[in-house]
């Protein structure tokens, strides 16, 4: 496998057939974007900065171990999106549900979950199929099926700030990585897939900021103090 992909532009004509053939040409790998090069670097700091890896997780099963390594594969790329995006992350995310209110939210950040771990995130409950329109504007940083909450797009916002949308039932077949978003790009269709089945479908919504001392960190943050109602 190579480090990097050829830049294909998802505004280009060519970009499915390029994909298509990376894959054909490097094993069937999911399509994997850098950053629409119509955007500029903004942070030159992040070209040629490398995100240390830290210690490798161990790999209990095979999800896991697939799981770990798209992380590891995704990693390699997201310094080229923090270099395209502007210091500042957003103050506040438009409600990313058509037809859900702010005030309709149980707060459910940090209640337990499974295995020990804690809610990083807000559900949004919604009916099965009801559009998710991104909270911020963006790249499309990742489209991914190996998540934990199953279909999931994550996007690099301003900042470096990462928005992790997932349990969806569908995503819409335009959307691809390294597209730039506004906040009324359809991103997802709201369901209940991953380790979400079985409950009502939800739109699950992480926010990850980097840490003092590494941007590449994923820290979670509270989504729901930032989340304010569309006009
Ligand atoms: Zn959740």
């Not at 670097?41 to 999800?63: H, I, L, Q, Y």
């Not at 506004?182 to 840490?211: K, W």
Request: aromatic fraction near 10%.
């Amino acid at each position: 496998m190579p480090k990097r992909q050829p830049i294909v532009s998802s505004r280009s004509p060519w970009a499915a057939p390029l994909a298509a053939l990376a894959c054909a040409l490097w094993g069937g790998a999911a399509a994997q974007a850098l950053p629409d090069p119509a955007f500029p670097v903004v942070r030159p700091a992040f070209v040629g900065f490398v995100c240390e890896a830290g210690d490798p997780p161990v790999a209990r099963t095979e999800a896991e171990r697939a799981r770990f390594a798209m992380r590891a594969r995704y990693r390699e790329f997201l310094p080229a999106f923090f270099a395209r995006v502007g210091e500042q992350p957003d103050a506040f995310l438009l409600m990313p549900v058509d037809g859900l209110r702010v005030a309709q939210v149980a707060d459910t950040w940090g209640a337990p979950r499974g295995g020990g771990r804690r809610h990083e995130g807000q559900d949004l409950f919604a009916p099965r199929g009801t559009p998710v329109r991104s909270a911020t504007a963006g790249f499309v940083y990742r489209i991914d099926d190996l998540s934990l909450g199953g279909l999931s797009v994550t996007i690099v916002g301003e900042g470096g700030r990462r928005y992790y949308y997932t349990h969806f039932d569908a995503v819409p077949d335009g959307l691809a990585e390294g597209q730039w978003v506004g906040v009324d790009t359809v991103i997802g269709f709201v369901g209940d897939s991953g380790n979400a089945a079985g409950t009502p479908p939800h739109l699950h919504l992480g926010v990850y900021d980097g840490s003092d001392d590494d941007p590449c960190a994923w820290a979670a943050i509270d989504p729901l103090p930032l989340l304010v109602d569309r006009p």
